[in-house]
């Protein structure tokens, strides 16, 4: 177990390394942060650049400049922002909630719809059934999600004036961004419900459940999903990456201001601190969260362990 | 596996003859309409100087905003116009050829460098194979999100831009893919007769490994097409994609946010398109994964 912990532990390390290497680099092939500073407002002389890179600390060799951010990022300092001076850190902390509460919004409405579909259809397993959930998560994988959002806006906010349509207005505002996002993540999830339920409904211990007289609901939920729960876990875990994409799209259609909101105007500034911050804060949080999940399944499921 | 109905098919037996189970007429019937979705999208982008009723660009300033035809009777522009007077029909139909061509190339591109790599890390094994997995694993791990904002950012936006992204984003699930196919045939008596007899490496990979593979790849490719169309249209509509000059479905989507309390239209129809045309490969790709490949299946 120790040999498994140090190698996944290991592995994760080098993907941050990897990461912020390649964000570090990448973002300073983008511009010139101390031109973007004027932003057309007159012509800086060669002067005032050099003074401005020599203030940000851009004038040093990348390598420096990375190991300096390193050396920093490691006791949770992430530099000042070039454009307004705040730190990093705090620039962050205020997105990152707006961020969370919209990512697990998201979740919870589609466990709400995954799970009570996908336990109905592994228990009704007739032709009719299984092909409407079957279609009805086709159809779900094949909404634009910013569209889905941009159409329950135009129905939902605009006709019906039942939400604000964008911004964050209190946790009214939550709720069209999360059923967005909630849906297109549930027409997977159902069908990973199912197949993962009817998996675990074909053991023998299920068997056994039924011959002890138990009712089918009980059987169903209290030894069925019971065991089906762990590959669904695993699904929404490694799902994390895939559903920050969903956020920083969703939070553009929403005027959510979240961390995608943030990254995308810290680019278009050059603003390399707050760039690398959120990137290194991001790749941290996908990192710890597929090592929980790989820690989890290689605890609960001995058989998963790494060979070595 | 968790995924598969009933008993977990063998692969090698599954693979051999063909299954008996008649597909589902409920199946069949999604597979034509699948069908006849991607042809559309095709016909629409093969054919549309012939299809398309007008110029995709022309603006019409005086005709800004028309509602669709049924709405305004007399009106020549099917679904209406957009901000700057221009058809919507007519930029739908150029759109689409933005969305296959990104989604297609991105693919190929990806599935051969995929595909090549899986096969040569399954088949000789040894300190390449643990490089390319290594390497597959440190893609994998790479939010594409951040990812393509950071390329993006640096080689700028366009088409060929989005096409890189994407290729270099997802060659790993290829080469995972291939390789596992790879290791299960490798070891194969057919196999090791081919060597006996001093077949060539190359020859045993190209005419006796890669058949394998085939099923599995053209599974994951159909559905990779219409992710990399979804993909493309979200990284258009943040900006991050093609040129706005051009018509893409993406693009009319970003244009149209600013008259969402007024024209609904212009946001309505760019989307179903997008949304005919993925669901159009999917709905194809979950067939050929019923029939050929059900160790695909999640």
Do not use: C
């Amino acid at each position: 177990m120790v040999g498994y912990l140090a190698a996944r532990t290991g592995g994760a390390v080098v993907v941050l390394a990897a990461i912020t290497l390649f964000v570090a680099f990448g973002i300073r092939l983008t511009g010139d942060p101390a031109v973007a500073l004027f932003g057309g407002a007159g012509a800086p002389s060669r002067q005032d650049i050099e003074r401005i890179h020599h203030a940000m600390g851009t004038d040093r060799p990348f390598i420096v400049q990375y190991g300096t951010f390193l050396a920093r990022a490691v006791h949770g300092d992430l530099g000042v922002s070039f454009r307004s001076g705040q730190p990093v850190t705090a620039l962050i902390a205020d997105r990152a909630r707006a961020t969370l509460l919209l990512a697990i919004g998201g979740m919870v409405v589609a466990l709400a719809i995954a799970f009570p579909l996908g336990v109905y259809a592994a228990m009704h397993r007739d032709a009719v059934t299984d092909f409407l959930i079957r279609v009805a998560s086709l159809l779900g994988l094949s909404f634009p999600n910013f569209w889905l959002g941009i159409m329950l806006i135009l129905i939902l906010a605009v006709r019906l004036r039942w939400f604000p349509p964008s911004g964050d207005a209190g946790p009214v505002s939550l709720v069209l961004p999360s059923v967005t996002l909630g849906v297109i993540l549930a027409s997977t999830l159902v069908r990973l419900v199912r197949a993962a339920l009817l998996d675990a409904l074909g053991q023998p211990y299920i068997r056994t459940a039924r011959a002890k007289g138990l009712r089918e609901l009980r059987v169903v939920v209290r030894h069925g999903l019971r065991n089906a729960l762990l590959p669904v876990v695993t699904f929404v875990g490694l799902q994390f990456g895939a559903l920050l994409g969903g956020v920083v799209v969703l939070e553009n259609v929403f005027a959510w201001p979240g961390l995608g909101q943030l990254a995308l105007q810290a680019v278009s500034y050059r603003d390399y601190p707050v760039v690398q911050g959120v990137v290194v804060v991001l790749a941290v949080g996908i990192v710890l969260v597929n090592l929980l999940v790989d820690l989890s399944y290689g605890l609960l499921n001995p058989r998963v362990r790494v060979a070595s | 596996m968790i995924g598969a109905d009933g008993p977990p098919p063998a692969p090698s037996a599954a693979r051999a003859r063909v299954r008996h189970r008649r597909t589902p007429l409920g199946l069949r019937l999604t597979f034509f309409v699948g069908l006849a979705l991607v042809g559309g999208s095709f016909a629409a982008a093969l054919g549309a100087p012939l299809l398309a009723p007008r110029d995709p660009q022309a603006a019409d300033l005086r005709a800004r905003l028309t509602p669709p035809a049924w709405l305004q009777p007399g009106s020549p522009y099917l679904v209406g116009t957009d901000a700057i007077g221009r058809d919507i029909m007519s930029r739908i139909i150029y759109g689409s050829r933005v969305s296959l061509e990104v989604g297609l190339v991105s693919v190929v591109v990806s599935g051969v460098i995929g595909t090549a790599l899986g096969l040569i890390a399954g088949y000789y094994g040894g300190w390449w194979d643990e490089l390319t997995m290594r390497l597959a694993d440190l893609q994998l791990s790479l939010p594409f999100i951040l990812f393509a904002i950071v390329v993006i950012a640096v080689l700028g936006p366009g088409l060929s831009q989005i096409i890189f992204v994407l290729a270099v984003t997802q060659w790993a699930s290829y080469a995972r893919l291939v390789r596992s196919e790879t290791l299960l045939v490798r070891e194969a008596d057919y196999i090791q007769a081919a060597h006996a007899v001093g077949v060539s490496d190359g020859r045993i990979i190209w005419r006796h490994v890669l058949p394998n593979a085939v099923s599995a790849v053209s599974v994951l490719a159909t559905l990779s097409v219409a992710n990399n169309i979804l993909l493309e249209a979200a990284l258009t509509f943040l900006g991050l994609g093609v040129d706005p000059s051009v018509p893409s479905w993406g693009g009319m989507l970003a244009d149209s946010r600013n008259y969402i309390q007024t024209a609904w239209w212009d946001s309505t129809f760019p989307g179903l398109a997008i949304m005919f045309t993925v669901m159009g490969f999917n709905l194809v790709g979950d067939w050929l994964r019923d029939r050929f490949s059900p160790e695909l299946r999640q």
